[in-house]
């Protein structure tokens, strides 16, 4: 630009700096770019800030740790640490994360939860996927109804959580796909794109009349239905010989008559301190969960000794089985049996495995335990 042109912008313009020497207006500009620098690094802390409570909050989230635990304890250790490490300069700078339990760590995991869904569910619209169910009940007595989908993705197959949701008042398989459906609906995922469904085995779900599959496949008859195989499998290991069972239902009553009372309970704790066990409690018994009985026979054969002076001083009769060498020894073989079907159970869980392995997994354990 012209100099007589910035004379008259001066003039025009910036009247009160006519007088100004040279100096004046090289201190305004070093002014400037100090403001401008300072304000870049403001931004860059507060980017990394924001990029660091999210990393915090997705840990935690992940460990299903609470949420208070960012500002009570991981920040103030992450400081403590980089200033071990590094200085307090340093460690100023983690300050400024927020990990503050109702707002910051909250609305993170929120936000990252909704961006895992909505990626997911991009896609689903454009590949085609399988789904699993499971229908179960929670300890308030709700039933939750859980879906997971596994699908091909940059030649990966991929398994995840697609969601969990509560069905409310019935929990038949009209009620199932109805609550499916919905979702797919709102979510623009289309019944063309699911290629299997695997269920455990209800009524509900498998009934070809009214179930969730009679109801699928008027939609679509292409969908190929399978039962899950770690659900038959703990079918199929419920099934004993009469009097085996007995041993068994015995085995649980004295579990009730121990654990039923708590002043039983902890006389029996007392006695196996006494005594110098490597266990001093029973385990309870229960169906829903299959690796009960594995575990409570295992526990009972450890303490078969103190469960049986613990009997006999009580006058009860079931004193009588630990004194009995043949009940003793179907007791020790439904231990070793479970513990087996027990391990053979948790082989068959996990990710990523599909009907050949599972399969090649049971007719080892079925050769390997061969008589």
């Known amino acids: 630009m012209k ?23 090289k201190r305004h500009e070093n002014s400037l770019k100090v403001q401008k620098n300072v304000f870049n690094k403001f931004s860059t802390v507060s980017q990394k800030a924001l990029v660091a409570s999210f990393e915090v909050s997705y840990l935690i989230a992940k460990t299903k740790k609470p949420h208070s635990i960012g500002e009570s304890l991981v920040l103030p250790a992450a400081i403590k640490i980089v200033t071990a490490m590094h200085g307090e300069a340093y460690a100023n700078d983690l300050k400024s994360i927020p990990l503050s339990d109702n707002t910051a760590v909250s609305r993170r995991i929120s936000n990252i939860s909704d961006n895992i869904l909505k ?8 590949n085609y996927f399988a789904m699993q169910l499971d229908e179960s009940t929670d300890i308030s007595n709700f039933s939750q109804l859980l879906v997971y989908v596994r699908y091909i993705y940059k030649e990966e197959i991929l398994e995840d959580f697609l969601f969990c949701q509560t069905l409310n008042g019935r929990t038949t398989g009209n009620d199932i796909f109805t609550l499916i459906n919905t979702f797919f609906e709102n979510n623009e995922i289309s019944w063309s794109m699911c290629k299997a469904i695997c269920t455990d085995g209800a009524a509900a779900l498998t009934g070809s009349k009214k179930g969730f599959r009679a109801k699928v496949n008027e939609i679509s008859q292409s969908i190929l239905f399978t039962h899950c195989m770690i659900h038959r499998e703990a079918l199929a290991s419920k099934k004993l010989e009469p009097f085996v069972n007995e041993v068994l239902q015995d085995a649980i009553r004295v579990i009730n008559f121990i654990k039923s009372k708590a002043l039983n309970s902890r006389l029996f704790t007392i006695l196996c301190n006494e005594m110098g066990s490597d266990h001093t409690k029973l385990l309870l018994h229960t169906e829903v969960r299959w690796l009960s009985r594995g575990k409570i026979l295992l526990r009972i054969v450890e303490l078969k000794d103190e469960i049986r002076i613990f009997l006999l001083e009580h006058k009860n009769t079931l004193a009588e089985h630990f004194l009995n060498e043949e009940w003793l020894a179907i007791l020790s073989y439904l231990a070793d049996i479970f513990d087996k079907l027990n391990s053979l159970n948790l082989s068959l869980q996990g990710k990523n495995t599909n009907i050949l392995i599972l399969s090649d997994k049971i007719d080892a354990f079925q050769k390997k335990n061969t008589f």
Do not use: G, V, W
């Open 3 to 25: 100099p007589s042109k910035l004379k008259r912008h001066l003039e025009t313009k910036h009247s009160q700096y006519i007088n100004k020497d040279e100096q004046f207006f």
């Open 119 to 126: 990626q997911l569910l991009n896609r689903l619209q454009s």
